[in-house]
């Protein structure tokens, strides 16, 4: 819709209550008129436009190039790398269709399961990454009757796929088993992840989105107290941390050795953030390893005193533990432990009471079984408040809350720390810096945060997610980083408008941490993933996501207005909201009926529109203004600005320009 100097501009007209393209939707899968559809439905979205509740596997961004026909005459999109491995007519045991079972084709592919059924009339396609199956189980024997007999697919994103098959010799269920455990579980059986396969060309390269040394200089590194180090160049003082580090010019190279050996993991106090003008820093780390004994290290102690007279409006420096104080008082007994106040000259110390990983895991089970597949609306808050799942984001919001107020209004350095330093502390120091840097508030902002934060400074992805790997019960699995994102999405409720991203940028994350389908989240530090090249070898998320900037924009950011705004949102039990747009999306009841994502990009329209037309009316007016200059320079002098209409007006366009 271009701007029209006759008729002006046209908003768009409002987006039905469904889209008349398709009819209705089961919210296991997605249907569609067509596989070669140009909607930006996603494939394992269970409604039929993009909005805040649906997945974002979305093969609008994703381009393919192969159409492959089924029996049926239908096709469906294959990736660049993508083969199908495996085809069976299989049952899809629905749970919001009612007792009978949905006939259908299943296709196996080494990326995803593709589940269309036989008759039209079942609007219903499954189309799910590999990289979401959790576990593959076999429920039913040969003697079970009805359609008891098949496969149970539990997935990484809330929900379950149940599929009855036949007993016939034709169809075993074992051959179908082990053709989803092999292409769903590649690290299981020594092959490739899928995105080492993925051949796809995009118009940016995500990975040059982030670039410590240039990100270190935005924050006004070097400077007289912090500098640009690259000792750790080939990962001899940490092999966990990345190769360029931020630390007090005032260290030397020897001493910074003597206090990896008395940090856990090797990980020693490092920079994060420093404020553009208080100088106060947010500094991150492991614990110290005292033990029972109390051990000390004064390289250790003089490390913090240095970063706490960096900053010379403070003469204290604080230091937050994430983890409950029983917690670390039991980290003693192996060998860890946390800072004396006796022994840290000015130091205050707070313990931030966040569970450990396994609680937490513990907790999103329980949000799974309240959300899938039976919602109980009668027991909904009961069954929310047993899960505690708020009272843990709440907890993780409430400690970066008071880290965000320490630096920010009592000028104050903090350092940061849980055990290893790689999980509660990336939820902190991420968290902190994004209420009060609103650079990372914006779409590329983000992306370097977590580049830096959760990426860089070695969060162990592989462990947490398991990519690949079928050991589903693994002591390490744990939702760390989804609980972030969680955090994130409650600071979005409470400055819907201080954001560049939407919601739907955060689902997209969310979902691309497990399809396995680019390279971003793979290993658990960035030596790691420099010895497999996965830079050289896969594509990165960031080029997916920027090659599509327009779907992931909020439209009611205003970048002149949030450029100086620091958060602090209300970290308060009663505030937290619970994530139905993404943990409730696989039940349609829990579907909102009107698309939020499609009145956004009516609205990014309108505004683009808007900007046009301002733009031209400036042109307009610097023209005139020019061509009475010439007129009347040999009569009159120019007029001030403020005494000048034309610019008076253009002022007044110029205020409705939004960035």
Not at 250 to 264: D, M, Q, Y
Not at 410 to 426: A, E, N, Q
Not at 441 to 461: A, N, Y
Not at 569 to 582: L, V
Request: with cysteine; aromatic share 10%.
């Amino acid at each position: 819709m271009a701007f029209n100097r006759e008729r002006g501009f046209q908003a768009p007209p409002p987006p039905p209550a469904r889209d008349r393209n398709f009819q209705s939707v089961n919210s296991s899968g997605v249907g569609r008129k067509n596989s070669s559809s140009t909607s930006l439905s996603s494939p394992s979205s269970p409604s039929p436009s993009i909005d805040s509740s649906n997945s974002s596997i979305d093969q609008s961004l994703a381009v393919s190039s192969t159409c492959h026909g089924n029996q049926d005459g239908v096709g469906f999109t294959l990736l660049n790398g993508e083969t199908i491995e495996a085809a069976y007519d299989v049952s899809f045991l629905c749970p919001f269709s009612g007792s009978s079972p949905i006939n259908g084709s299943l296709k196996i592919t080494n990326y995803r399961l593709y589940f269309r059924p036989h008759k039209p009339e079942y609007p219903l396609i499954l189309d799910i990454p590999l990289g979401f199956v959790s576990r593959i189980e076999k429920f039913g024997g040969a003697r079970t009757p009805g359609d008891n007999y098949g496969l149970e697919i539990v997935c990484r994103d809330i929900r379950n796929l149940r599929f009855a098959l036949s007993r016939d010799v034709g169809q075993p269920r074992k051959d179908i088993f082990e053709a989803l455990n092999t292409n769903a579980f590649p690290i299981s059986y020594k092959n490739p992840l899928f995105c080492f396969k993925y051949r796809e060309q995009y118009h940016v390269n995500g990975w040059n989105v982030y670039d410590a040394v240039e990100e270190y200089k935005r924050m006004g590194l070097d400077n007289e107290s912090w500098t640009i180090s690259r000792i750790n160049e080939k990962y001899a003082l940490c092999d966990t941390y990345p190769q360029i580090l931020g630390l007090p010019s005032g260290i030397t190279n020897e001493e910074l050795f003597e206090v990896a050996k008395f940090r856990s993991r090797a990980r020693i106090p490092v920079l994060s953030w420093i404020h553009p003008r208080s100088m106060a820093t947010i500094t991150r780390c492991s614990q110290p390893l005292t033990g029972m004994g109390g051990k000390r290290s004064k390289e250790d102690e003089n490390l913090v005193s240095v970063i706490m007279e960096a900053n010379a409006q403070s003469h204290r420096i604080c230091i937050f533990d994430a983890r409950p104080k029983l917690n670390a008082v039991a980290n003693m007994g192996k060998g860890g432990g946390y800072e004396n106040e006796e022994h840290y000259i000015n130091a205050e110390f707070h313990f931030l009471d966040i569970q450990n990983i396994h609680v937490m895991r513990s907790s999103l089970g329980k949000v799974k079984d309240m959300c899938f597949p039976v919602i109980d609306d009668s027991r909904w808050l009961s069954n929310l408040e047993a899960t505690h799942w708020l009272d843990h984001v709440k907890q993780i919001l409430a400690g970066a809350v008071k880290i965000a107020d320490k630096v920010e209004n009592h000028k104050t350095s903090v350092i940061v720390h849980c055990s290893d330093g790689w999980d509660r502390t990336s939820q902190l120091t991420a968290l902190a810096m994004l209420l009060l840097d609103s650079y990372y508030r914006t779409l590329t902002g983000f992306q370097i945060l977590i580049e830096k934060e959760w990426l860089s400074f070695g969060h162990k992805f592989n462990d947490r997610i398991g990519h690949g790997d079928d050991k589903h019960n693994d002591a390490d699995r744990s939702p760390v980083f989804l609980q972030f994102i969680d955090c994130v999405w409650q600071v979005m409720q409470q400055f819907p408008n201080a954001f560049e991203f939407n919601e739907y940028f955060l689902t997209t994350i969310l979902d691309h941490l497990y399809s396995c389908l680019y390279g971003t989240f793979l290993y658990n530090s960035d030596k790691e993933r420099k010895e497999q090249k996965v830079k050289s070898r896969t594509k990165s998320l960031w080029s997916c996501i920027n090659s599509k900037r327009n779907l992931f924009l909020n439209s009611m950011y205003c970048a002149e207005l949030e450029r100086d705004l620091k958060l602090f949102p209300i970290a308060s039990i009663r505030y937290m909201k619970f994530w139905k747009g993404y943990y409730c999306r696989w039940n349609p009841r829990m579907r909102p009926q009107d698309s939020v994502h499609l009145r956004h990009a009516q609205i990014l329209t309108l505004r683009d529109q808007l900007q046009a037309k301002v733009d031209e009316l400036n042109r307009e007016l610097m023209e005139k203004s020019r061509r009475n200059g010439e007129q009347n320079s040999q009569q009159v002098t120019s007029p001030r600005k403020e005494e000048n209409p034309h610019s008076n007006i253009s002022s007044r366009m110029d205020s409705l320009n939004i960035v």
